[in-house]
């Protein structure tokens, strides 16, 4: 059996031995309902109020701003919704980037089936939105702007501070996806300048099924699930304990060593980079520098990534790829598109997204591997498009 | 429709496809030797588009009416490249169909050697019969052979996923009667919405050629 290589942490990370040893407790042990007045549940609502001052201090907020939830998207959901329902007196306008995530597509979807109007401001072709963009979409009635910030599939980080400068300016909610920042990027909400912020568990060495929304005690929402009142109304559904202290260990941690992370995996994402990059007629999607240390998104032209995902699978290498093949809705990536690239090249792109366990030896298989792969597939290729006619387009 | 999806339950191919894509049959392996097979082969087709994410390339070589051989290239998924990989197959073994044979072969029975296909995966991926249905014209055209080329204009709708006239037919046929139904079945417009309404009204169409004062 071929030893797994795991480079897709963007999709999920393994939970982290020391989350879980701190998790274990609550399932069997410490079972208690937090909402309950005995000294089981006592327990409980001492390990949710615990985690909760631990999330706090990290963000550099209060307490009472945060919100657990089920999962990433449900934040987002949460935020979208929950600020749109609130603010619609007032506005019906929203902000958000073509880049983000299907969890705030999607959801900016729906809105706009309930009479919002919604502007996806276009992102530069290193995959940055310039602040500048964002602020000439501002409306009168504009009532929130959503960028994300990190993107999962490209890596590129936003420039969050410079959009809050604005929106703080004119008065505007300012939501950021930072479901991808939390190993490498200051979750600092003072900092940021944002209003609300929406992180999960499995991306950060934490577990799934459990997500956080900061919101600013400013800010009003309107609750996206209703019933027994937990999570200051917001979130009904009895807390889920174990993921809670999970998600709060996991984040203390990928804070605590986001620096040694980034100094390490940035080194390891260049050379991967630079080593790829030597199979001709590839190229790097996203700003080279603005991008999470753990994030190589590369396109190998006339080859197709699935089949390029499913050689490295056999030999035992997890990556992901923006080919229309591999999703259920037989789209390409919408990030990849959004650079200004054509079709040929959300295909052909690869993406290997290290982990905090990655070492040098892990990628020379990559690279030893790669060639071979991509050659073998262009050779059967009856398409043979050179770099000039879809680099910029 | 045989659909390893369903019964799996996952995004998972049969062995018989892995086997092909890990070992394809008859296929070129280096753009020198398609020149080579360009040069001795007796006919060409080419079939699908670089966006879509799927184009098959397929030479013939005719004997006695029969498939001698048949050589491609593809750029595409795994599917894709077992498909095209089956598909020279089918047409050259026990010593190659006879032409009109091999033109009756359809894109469900390649699934069917394959052991089934992803259900998403049947329209985009499966354009070996396309591609060698120009490869035969090319080669009747070749020989002077014009009475024989098969005119009969297969009509791409979609042409990003390459869903055809007899896609939607073969929909309206297996009792699909709303535009709704029809995406979910071929994925028509996913990415390119602008072909939705000439689906919709083929769909019409073909329900009324086949079902009207029934």
């Known amino acids: 059996m071929t030893k797994t290589i795991y480079l897709d942490t963007s999709a999920t990370t393994p939970l982290d031995k020391s989350v879980f040893n701190e998790m274990e407790p609550y399932f069997s042990e410490e079972y208690g309902n937090a909402g309950s007045m005995h000294n089981k549940g006592l327990i409980a609502a001492q390990a949710l109020n615990r985690s909760r001052d631990r999330v706090s201090r990290i963000l550099n907020c209060f307490p009472k701003e945060i919100i657990f939830t089920g999962s990433g998207t449900e934040s987002i959901n949460m935020a979208l919704k929950g600020v749109a329902e609130k603010y619609k007196d007032k506005g019906k306008h929203i902000i958000s980037t073509t880049i983000e995530h299907h969890a705030v597509l999607d959801t900016l979807d729906f809105l706009k089936e309930q009479g919002f109007e919604i502007t996806l401001v276009e992102v530069e072709p290193n995959g940055i939105v310039d602040p500048n963009k964002i602020k000439e979409a501002i409306r009168k009635d504009t009532i929130l702007v959503s960028v994300m910030y990190a993107n999962n599939e490209i890596g590129t980080i936003q420039p969050i501070k410079e959009i809050s400068k604005i929106t703080e300016e004119k008065g505007i909610l300012l939501h950021t996806d930072a479901c991808q920042a939390g190993n490498s990027e200051s979750l600092d909400v003072e900092s940021l300048g944002v209003d609300l912020l929406s992180l999960n568990g499995s991306k950060i060495y934490g577990p799934k099924g459990i997500g956080c929304l900061y919101r600013k005690s400013s800010v009003s929402l309107s609750p996206l699930i209703h019933g027994g009142g937990q999570e200051f109304g917001l979130r009904s559904g009895t807390e889920n304990i174990p993921a809670i202290v999970g998600f709060a260990k996991a984040l203390e941690m990928s804070q605590k060593n986001k620096e040694d992370y980034t100094t390490r995996l940035s080194q390891l994402r260049d050379y991967l980079i630079e080593k790829l990059l030597e199979i001709p007629d590839s190229f790097l999607n996203g700003d080279k520098e603005k991008r999470v240390p753990n994030n190589v998104n590369i396109t190998f032209l006339n080859a197709e990534g699935e089949s390029i995902l499913l050689m490295l699978t056999e030999e035992g290498i997890c990556a992901s790829t923006g080919s229309a093949c591999t999703s259920k809705s037989l789209d390409p990536s919408h990030v990849i598109l959004a650079l200004g690239r054509p079709y040929e090249v959300a295909h052909g792109s690869m993406r290997f997204t290290l982990s905090k366990d990655t070492t040098k030896e892990d990628l020379e298989k990559v690279i030893a591997l790669m060639p071979s792969i991509i050659k073998k597939l262009r050779g059967m290729s009856p398409v043979i498009l050179s770099l000039n006619e879809v680099k910029n387009v | ?214």
């Open chain 2, 1 to 214: 429709m045989y659909d390893i999806e369903s019964k799996q339950g996952g995004w998972f191919y049969s062995q018989t496809v892995k086997d092909h894509f890990f070992e394809p049959k008859n296929f070129v392996k280096t753009q020198e030797e398609a020149k080579e097979i360009a040069q001795a082969s007796d006919g060409v087709g080419i079939e699908g588009s670089p966006a879509c994410g799927d184009v098959m390339k397929m030479w013939i070589k005719v004997k006695d009416n029969k498939i001698a051989d048949c050589k491609w290239q593809t750029f595409g998924c795994a599917s894709a490249i077992a498909a095209t990989s089956m598909f020279s197959v089918m047409v050259t073994e026990s010593g190659g169909l006879l032409i009109d044979e091999a033109l009756k072969i359809k894109p469900q029975n390649i699934v069917d050697r394959l052991d089934g296909l992803p259900a998403r995966k049947f329209h985009c991926s499966v354009l070996a019969d396309k591609a060698f249905r120009e490869a035969v014209n090319d080669y009747y055209k070749k020989t002077n052979q014009f009475d024989k080329i098969d005119e009969t204009k297969i009509k791409v709708v979609d042409k990003i996923l390459n869903i055809t006239d007899k896609d939607i037919e073969e929909a309206a046929l297996h009792g699909v009667k709303t535009l709704d139904e029809l995406q979910k079945r071929t994925k028509i417009g996913a990415q390119d919405k602008n072909c939705l309404p000439e689906a919709e009204e083929l769909l019409r169409y073909y329900n009324e050629k086949h079902f009207s004062g029934k």
